[in-house]
């Protein structure tokens, strides 16, 4: 009996070992194999492995970019975007890094703004589209951020659905091991599949070399064909036939099903409203970021009459909430024309179309820590952190997010930030709609989701996965 209780002991004592190691080590990031893998399934939980390797904080990022599919095609290559912000203001040493996570809402991004104490950035950017914040709560439950990273003390906008879903999240709360243990069973036995190397999230690549990558050189000639096509008539017969083509038809009425009868769901507009407290309460600067929108969507003859006033509906609620909450805004969704987009929401990967736009945007309405003074704020804050314990931490985090949200709701503004006014770039083929002409931060008025490698010879399961951003329920 006494050895038994001693190897009870011995093992729960290695349990907490395992645990104290995992939450203060970035294990999965040592163990993730450097190449990347090229299946969606498997893309996707690279993702969350490099989101979880990032929160932990063992290399420091200044801005954060946070969104589905359509915000990590919008700013591939990071090289790239960090050079257009340090030309537009930003330090010179600033650092960037993408938790972007395909099929995921704000309610997703709400869950990673919890967890960037470690990081210390300066900046998070969230991208988002119109039918992002439609997502309603029973779509939203089953996401995989949320589901990764939607643990502490107060529940979350999406609260558990039953008992066991409550049990879950608690348990998950507390125990790192159980949290990661579907990542970890991914590092530890990676699917047997073709990987690309790691150096392809930084190339740049043009339409047609992302199209030869992702479905061989005679398809990728008869697909450039129609685009062209489509390019050069706008004409909604040779843009259907296109992006038929190129998706499949189940794609498009994907689309429909998002935008017919599209209205924003409050639970995505409460996981704005707790991003935004998040981010304070971290001592990071939220910025909020709608995404272009294709023209060609407009033609469509079934949503095309609906798109531009739901979009605009969309932008007018997002940016009534970030004056309330004093959070910079910036609206692109006019900032491309179609020629900067691969399908009807996506933009051409790993292209840096929106690059230029986006970085001065980010740049001016973000106002600037020197890096040293910065990360003097961080070790104190983190010193303290380590003072007063998790459970501590958590507390009064959500002590200062529940006084900001309800705050919110009553109506009283948070103290403004930025000053002046910027020039935003305008769109060169389509004209800009009323709701989205500015570039807007408090007091400031501005004129104005698979990567390449997961789609190496996966074309078709790439083309699945971008269709299931455009289904209901599943982006």
Same mark, same amino acid.
């Given at each position: 009996m006494r050895a038994?209780?001693?190897?009870?002991?011995?093992?729960?004592?290695?349990?907490?070992?395992?645990?104290?190691?995992i939450a203060r080590v970035d294990v999965l990031g040592r163990l993730a194999p450097t190449?990347?893998?090229?299946?969606?399934?498997?893309?996707?939980?690279?993702?969350?492995?490099?989101?979880?390797?990032?929160?932990?904080?063992?290399?420091?990022?200044?801005?954060?970019?946070?969104?589905n599919s359509q915000m990590e095609a919008a700013?591939? &290559?990071? =090289?790239? @975007?960090? %050079?257009? $912000?340090?030309?537009?203001?930003?330090? +010179?040493?600033?650092?960037v890094a993408s938790l972007c996570v395909f099929a995921t809402a704000p309610t997703d991004a709400e869950a990673v703004s919890r967890h960037l104490g470690r990081l210390r950035p300066q900046v998070a950017v969230l991208g988002m589209s119109a039918p992002d914040l439609a997502t309603p709560a029973v779509r939203a439950r089953d996401m995989p951020l949320r589901r990764l990273l939607d643990v502490g003390w107060r529940t979350g906008p999406v609260a558990p659905a039953d008992?066991?879903?409550?049990?879950?999240?608690?348990?998950?709360?507390?125990?790192?091991?159980?949290?990661?243990?579907?990542?970890?069973?991914?590092?530890?036995?990676?699917?047997?599949?073709?990987?690309? &190397?790691? =150096?392809? @999230?930084? %190339?740049? $690549?043009?339409?047609?070399?992302?199209? +030869?990558?992702?479905?061989?050189?005679?398809?990728?000639?008869?697909?450039?064909?129609?685009?062209?096509?489509?390019?050069?008539?706008?004409?909604?017969?040779?843009?259907?036939?296109?992006?038929d083509a190129l998706r499949g038809e189940e794609y498009r009425r994907g689309l429909h099903e998002r935008w017919r009868g599209l209205e924003v769901a409050d639970v995505q507009i409460e996981a704005l409203r707790r991003f935004a407290a998040n981010t304070r309460a971290a001592r990071v600067q939220p910025v909020w970021v709608l995404l272009p929108e294709n023209a060609w969507l407009e033609s469509d003859p079934v949503v095309g009459a609906e798109v531009a006033r739901r979009s605009?509906?969309?932008?007018?609620?997002?940016r009534a909430e970030a004056?309330?909450?004093?959070?910079?805004?910036?609206?692109?969704?006019?900032?491309?024309?179609?020629?900067?987009?691969?399908?009807l929401n996506h933009l051409a990967y790993n292209q840096g179309a929106l690059i230029p736009a986006?970085?001065?945007?980010?740049?001016?309405?973000?106002?600037?820590?020197?890096?040293?003074?910065?990360?003097?704020?961080?070790?104190?804050?983190?010193?303290?952190?380590?003072?007063?314990?998790?459970?501590?931490?958590?507390?009064?985090?959500?002590q200062a997010e529940g006084e900001e949200v309800e705050g919110g709701e009553r109506g009283e503004a948070a103290a403004p930030r930025g000053r002046g006014?910027?020039?935003?770039?305008a769109s060169p083929q389509r004209e800009p709609r009323q709701a989205d002409a500015v570039i807007e931060t408090p007091e400031r008025e501005v004129p104005g989701e698979a990567v390449p490698q997961a789609a190496q010879r996966h074309g078709d399961e790439l083309a699945g996965h971008l269709a299931a951003e455009g289904v209901a329920g599943r982006a």
């Amino acid at each position: 009996m006494r050895a038994k209780r001693l190897g009870l002991l011995g093992a729960l004592g290695i349990l907490i070992a395992v645990d104290v190691v995992i939450a203060r080590v970035d294990v999965l990031g040592r163990l993730a194999p450097t190449s990347r893998p090229t299946s969606l399934l498997s893309s996707i939980s690279r993702q969350l492995v490099d989101v979880a390797s990032t929160l932990s904080g063992r290399e420091r990022a200044t801005v954060v970019l946070l969104g589905n599919s359509q915000m990590e095609a919008a700013v591939r &290559p990071l =090289s790239a @975007l960090r %050079a257009r $912000l340090v030309a537009a203001g930003a330090p +010179a040493d600033v650092s960037v890094a993408s938790l972007c996570v395909f099929a995921t809402a704000p309610t997703d991004a709400e869950a990673v703004s919890r967890h960037l104490g470690r990081l210390r950035p300066q900046v998070a950017v969230l991208g988002m589209s119109a039918p992002d914040l439609a997502t309603p709560a029973v779509r939203a439950r089953d996401m995989p951020l949320r589901r990764l990273l939607d643990v502490g003390w107060r529940t979350g906008p999406v609260a558990p659905a039953d008992l066991e879903e409550r049990l879950d999240r608690s348990v998950r709360s507390v125990w790192h091991l159980y949290r990661y243990r579907q990542l970890f069973r991914f590092v530890l036995f990676p699917p047997d599949e073709r990987r690309t &190397p790691a =150096s392809r @999230l930084e %190339a740049t $690549l043009g339409v047609g070399e992302l199209l +030869a990558e992702s479905y061989g050189p005679e398809r990728a000639r008869h697909l450039l064909g129609l685009r062209d096509a489509a390019l050069a008539t706008g004409a909604w017969a040779q843009v259907a036939a296109y992006v038929d083509a190129l998706r499949g038809e189940e794609y498009r009425r994907g689309l429909h099903e998002r935008w017919r009868g599209l209205e924003v769901a409050d639970v995505q507009i409460e996981a704005l409203r707790r991003f935004a407290a998040n981010t304070r309460a971290a001592r990071v600067q939220p910025v909020w970021v709608l995404l272009p929108e294709n023209a060609w969507l407009e033609s469509d003859p079934v949503v095309g009459a609906e798109v531009a006033r739901r979009s605009d509906a969309v932008a007018a609620r997002v940016r009534a909430e970030a004056e309330r909450a004093a959070v910079p805004f910036v609206d692109l969704r006019t900032a491309l024309g179609p020629d900067a987009f691969l399908d009807l929401n996506h933009l051409a990967y790993n292209q840096g179309a929106l690059i230029p736009a986006l970085a001065a945007a980010v740049a001016t309405a973000v106002e600037w820590t020197p890096s040293a003074e910065a990360d003097q704020v961080s070790e104190a804050q983190q010193a303290t952190e380590d003072t007063r314990g998790p459970g501590q931490i958590v507390r009064e985090q959500d002590q200062a997010e529940g006084e900001e949200v309800e705050g919110g709701e009553r109506g009283e503004a948070a103290a403004p930030r930025g000053r002046g006014r910027l020039a935003a770039p305008a769109s060169p083929q389509r004209e800009p709609r009323q709701a989205d002409a500015v570039i807007e931060t408090p007091e400031r008025e501005v004129p104005g989701e698979a990567v390449p490698q997961a789609a190496q010879r996966h074309g078709d399961e790439l083309a699945g996965h971008l269709a299931a951003e455009g289904v209901a329920g599943r982006a």
